[in-house]
């Protein structure tokens, strides 16, 4: 899943686990939060008044970071086992 300004928050943090710190870091208390299920990106950055371009552009960062580890540990993982 792609995340978009219009994507809702608790789509992203089920989706992608690992952007329930970018929410938390930017002092966002989304997670858990009754209104996820009906607040986009953009409401929320709005809500919280959080630059709503650069939050995304740290979504997707967190996104790919998690990618990135997931595979190298799995490389790690394979290369023991062989």
Not at 5 to 31: E, G, W, Y
Not at 48 to 75: D, I, P, Q
């Amino acid at each position: 899943m792609r995340i978009e300004l219009d994507t809702l928050v608790d789509d992203v943090m089920r989706s992608h686990p690992a952007t329930i710190r970018t929410f938390l870091n930017q002092k966002m208390a989304c997670v858990g939060c009754p209104i996820a299920g009906f607040h986009t990106v953009a409401d929320a950055c709005r809500e919280h008044g959080v630059e709503a371009a650069s939050f995304l552009a740290a979504l997707h960062a967190a996104v790919v970071t998690s990618v990135v580890a997931h595979v190298a540990y799995k490389g790690s993982v394979l290369r023991d086992v062989t």
